[in-house]
């Protein structure tokens, strides 16, 4: 993938720093532990919004759309 302007060197550590900081793992025990598991599936799991919600902390300046754009357009 080529690097475009807007793509930030720091957008891509923050993010892989996330997911290491927060394992999938730790993040449904936790869910899972705080009662608040999906009680049926849905096109968004606890684990991805919790996630989202981590990284609009991160990003708290950029709205909805860029940060799930970081997210999912994130290289590892």
Same mark, same amino acid.
């Given at each position: 993938?080529?690097?475009v *302007?807007?793509? &930030?060197?720091?957008? !891509?550590?923050? =993010? ?9 793992? %730790? ?5 899972? *532990?705080?009662? &608040?598991?999906?009680? !049926?599936q849905? =096109? ?9 919600? %981590? ?15 970081? =997210? ?5």
């Amino acid at each position: 993938m080529k690097a475009v *302007e807007s793509d &930030r060197i720091s957008d !891509r550590i923050a =993010l892989g720093v996330l997911t290491r900081a927060f394992p999938p793992e %730790l993040v449904d025990e936790v869910v899972a *532990e705080c009662g &608040r598991a999906e009680q !049926r599936q849905r =096109l968004l799991p606890a684990r991805v919004v919790m996630y989202f919600v %981590l990284a609009m902390c991160l990003f708290s300046g950029q709205g909805y759309e860029e940060v799930g754009r970081l =997210l999912t357009e994130a290289s590892p």
